[in-house]
């Protein structure tokens, strides 16, 4: 799957959010980004990559990956508000650590909140792509996993979310 596709499958549920919600013409940047940061949160609290105090390991993979695809809803969501759509994404390999990328996306995002711009919207994708491929996800993964998260979201707002 393309990303142009799940833009497409993206919009489809924000159009049913809006609609449903009376929210049409409402300027959502803030409360997408912020649904972002938790939803990069939960992801982080679900890898404990971060804490260092504990020698407990990470959740299943099933469930980190859930937390990443909650994470992607967002960031296409913002790409959508913000009419950017039509993107070159390229596969990097991150040197940075679990917890720097993480670091690295929330000051990105907000950023990107503060000053949008195609390239910076880019560069935050791009490094949670990133981060994706460090914790061990393909596109194939990722893009099922998205399919699967966004099917609930639908189910979701069918049953009054």
Not at 65 to 71: I, Q, T
Not at 135 to 142: L, P
Request: charged share 30%.
């Amino acid at each position: 799957m393309d990303i142009k596709e799940l833009f497409r499958i993206q919009k489809h549920l924000d159009d049913k959010i809006l609609m449903e919600h009376g929210l049409e013409g409402e300027n959502l940047l803030q409360p997408k980004t912020l649904a972002l940061l938790v939803e990069l949160g939960e992801l982080a609290n679900e890898t404990r990559c971060f804490k260092y105090w504990s020698k407990k390991g990470p959740s299943p993979k099933a469930v980190i990956l859930e937390e990443y695809v909650d994470c992607l809803h967002f960031i296409l969501s913002i790409g959508l508000h913000e009419g950017y759509t039509d993107l070159e994404l390229e596969e990097r390999e991150a040197k940075l650590t679990e917890t720097a990328l993480f670091l690295d996306i929330y000051n990105k995002t907000n950023q990107l909140q503060k000053t949008s711009t195609l390239e910076g919207y880019v560069d935050l994708f791009q490094h949670f792509l990133a981060l994706g491929k460090k914790m061990g996800f393909s596109w194939a993964e990722i893009s099922e996993a998205y399919l699967k998260k966004n099917e609930v979201n639908h189910q979701r707002q069918a049953n009054g979310y």
